[in-house]
């Protein structure tokens, strides 16, 4: 399945935060999307998502435009995992887990035995079987990200949407979430992430979106659009590209403000 975002524009009002946004991605995929606080990042989700109105341009699965979709028919194809989360209610970590159901489940509906099957099965994947029962608002920032991970593995959508997946994250936890995120791309789905960490695509075959004040900077290979003259463009300072090689061999790059 290819999604494709051709020439969107989205904001408030009359102020345009994502100007004319081009891109294309298929199932098995993934595709980090980079720039400065405020440069468009989760408005290009949002209007994806449906939760914000487009201007112009069209979103499409497979040729079919959805700006007409119903929130229920989108939730099929999509699920979204939000930078922040915290539920007013005191819900158990397999009760989040099975809201990523609720579209499958009809107006007022219940969960029911295969759902909780689901959403169970959901937690092993992650890792995280033994917090079924923990109240969600008692889990670190790291077990939180792995909930809502498993929600959108419950939702059994085509791509996921991760609003900054690692923030607030250290190092390791971080690591954690991306392991996670290359393995569900590899079983099939899409994978679309807004990321402050530039040099994560590097040694990935990812495909890459720099944005600056909501227009595209470059879009394409990770390998060949992380550049130094793409990255001071996006960001507004002097940059460059190293290089180094690991312990085991590895060579590696990395993005540094000079």
């Not at 914000?52 to 194809?77: C, F, N, P, Q």
């Not at 890459?208 to 004040?213: A, P, V």
């Amino acid at each position: 399945m290819k999604l494709e975002v051709k020439n969107l524009s989205s904001g408030y009002d009359n102020n345009l935060s994502l100007k004319n946004v081009s891109f294309a991605l298929e199932n098995g995929s993934v595709m980090c999307v980079i720039g400065h606080n405020g440069g468009g990042k989760s408005t290009l989700f949002k209007t994806i998502l449906g939760f914000m109105d487009r201007k112009e341009g069209s979103v499409t699965l497979d040729g079919e435009d959805i700006k007409h979709w119903s929130s229920k028919k989108i939730a099929e194809y999509f699920s979204y995992i939000p930078q922040n989360h915290t539920p007013i209610f005191g819900y158990t970590v397999i009760d989040v887990v099975v809201m990523g159901r609720v579209g499958k489940m009809g107006f007022m509906g219940t969960p029911s035995k295969k759902d909780f099957e689901k959403g169970r099965e959901a937690l092993e994947y992650v890792g995280i079987a033994d917090l079924e029962d923990r109240k969600y608002t008692e889990l670190s920032g790291g077990e939180r990200k792995l909930v809502l991970i498993a929600r959108a593995i419950c939702q059994e959508s085509k791509f996921m949407v991760m609003d900054e997946p690692t923030s607030d994250l250290d190092f390791v936890k971080s690591e954690r979430i991306y392991e996670f995120i290359r393995k569900l791309s590899s079983y099939g789905y899409g994978i679309i992430l807004s990321t402050h960490a530039p040099d994560y695509p590097f040694n990935k075959n990812d495909k890459l979106l720099i944005l600056k004040k909501g227009s595209v900077v470059d879009f394409g290979n990770a390998e060949e659009v992380l550049t130094s003259e793409n990255l001071e463009k996006a960001y507004g300072v002097p940059m460059d590209i190293l290089e180094a090689v690991d312990r085991n061999g590895k060579k590696r790059r990395m993005c540094v403000v000079l």
